[in-house]
């Protein structure tokens, strides 16, 4: 089963940046549209944002204006690069991918065919 792999995460100040990259293990993303996710601390999961094939992006209002969902198709890796990161984006933050329409929206992790373990963002004030 293909596996998606998380890096780039850490502990930062607010207003920091950080780039999360997720990369494929064994095959490529090809068709998949990839989301980002995030757990914070106690709380449910929670989708950041998604980026279709075609380029189409979609974020959720709490990090727009400051959150980019990119891929580099060359290298099968797909970023979310996170601008004036602020205390309450603290969280574990997972990629996945889809290569079907979600029922429902926004979706959630049952949601999705990949998944992967996750990285830590902790933003301190």
């Known amino acids: 089963q293909e596996q998606l792999v998380e890096s780039g995460g850490g502990a930062v100040q607010a207003g920091d940046s950080l780039r999360l990259s997720c990369a494929a293990s064994e095959r490529s993303f090809s068709g998949a549209t990839m989301y980002w996710f995030r757990q914070p601390p106690g709380k449910e999961y929670e989708i950041v944002g998604r980026l279709t094939w075609s380029a189409e992006t979609w974020y959720t209002d709490s990090v727009k204006g400051r959150f980019t969902i990119s891929r580099d198709k060359t290298k099968n890796v797909v970023y979310l690069q996170m601008t004036n990161l602020k205390p309450e984006d603290t969280a574990l933050y997972y990629c996945?991918?889809?290569?079907?329409?979600?029922?429902?929206?926004?979706?959630?992790?049952?949601?999705?065919?990949?998944w992967g373990k996750g990285t830590q963002v902790t933003v301190s004030s």
């Open positions: 996945a991918a889809d290569y079907g329409v979600p029922s429902s929206w926004p979706p959630g992790p049952n949601d999705m065919d990949y």
